[in-house]
């Protein structure tokens, strides 16, 4: 993470965050399915802990359902952090639906 990415508290953005969760679970959505897929929501964002400038972050994907054009995410965050990086810490957790669309925005089947 870099300093770009600070608030006044000097940790990671909540939003950054977010928007990378959002990408981690755009990418889990297309191993679904060769379709085009946008954000319908994201549910029980917990913010566990702080991310802060340095830190390694990593984002595991599991696709946990599949409906008829949707699919559901979880995405778990995790830092990397101290002088050698191998501390790992939990930071975030969050689930992430993903609807396929066609080219004109409309839902459309997943397989």
Do not use: W
């Not at 981690?24 to 566990?48: H, L």
């Not at 599991?62 to 939990?90: F, K, Y």
């Amino acid at each position: 993470m870099m300093p770009r990415d600070t608030n006044h508290l000097g940790s990671i953005f909540g939003g950054h965050i977010l928007s990378l969760i959002d990408q981690a679970a755009g990418y889990e959505a297309r191993r679904n399915a060769s379709k085009k897929f946008v954000t319908k929501v994201m549910r029980e964002v917990e913010f566990i802990a702080p991310v802060f400038v340095g830190d390694f972050v990593s984002f595991y994907t599991e696709t946990t359902r599949v409906g008829n054009t949707s699919v559901t995410i979880s995405v778990d965050v995790v830092a990397l952090r101290g002088a050698d990086c191998v501390t790992e810490e939990q930071v975030t957790t969050a689930e992430v639906v993903m609807v396929a669309v066609d080219e004109k925005g409309k839902p459309v089947a997943v397989k």
